[in-house]
């Protein structure tokens, strides 16, 4: 049995799909043997897709997708506010 999943991300630019993909694309080059995983841009979205002979590795393939999206977004919103540091240095 083969199980497929399509995740769209919609972006607020285009130069923000780059940046995601950019970022992603290293993530998932090597796919485990029984998996398939394609990332592309569409317009302002991020097309990830993925199938798979187990449903649960299919399930573990979005979560993990999922994560790095958050994450990324994260790190941007943290650096476009100019709030780039998580911790101060000891002062003394």
Do not use: H, W
């Amino acid at each position: 049995m083969t199980a497929s999943a399509r995740l769209v991300v919609k972006c607020s630019s285009a130069s923000v799909c780059r940046a995601l993909i950019s970022v992603l694309t290293p993530d998932n080059e090597d796919a485990p043997e029984g998996m398939k995983l394609a990332m592309t841009r569409s317009g302002m979205s991020v097309v990830f897709e993925v199938k798979a002979d187990a449903p649960s590795a299919v399930l573990s393939a979005c979560l993990s997708f999922l994560q790095d999206v958050a994450l990324f977004e994260q790190i941007r919103l943290l650096s476009s506010s100019g709030e780039t540091r998580v911790m101060e240095a000891p002062r003394g």
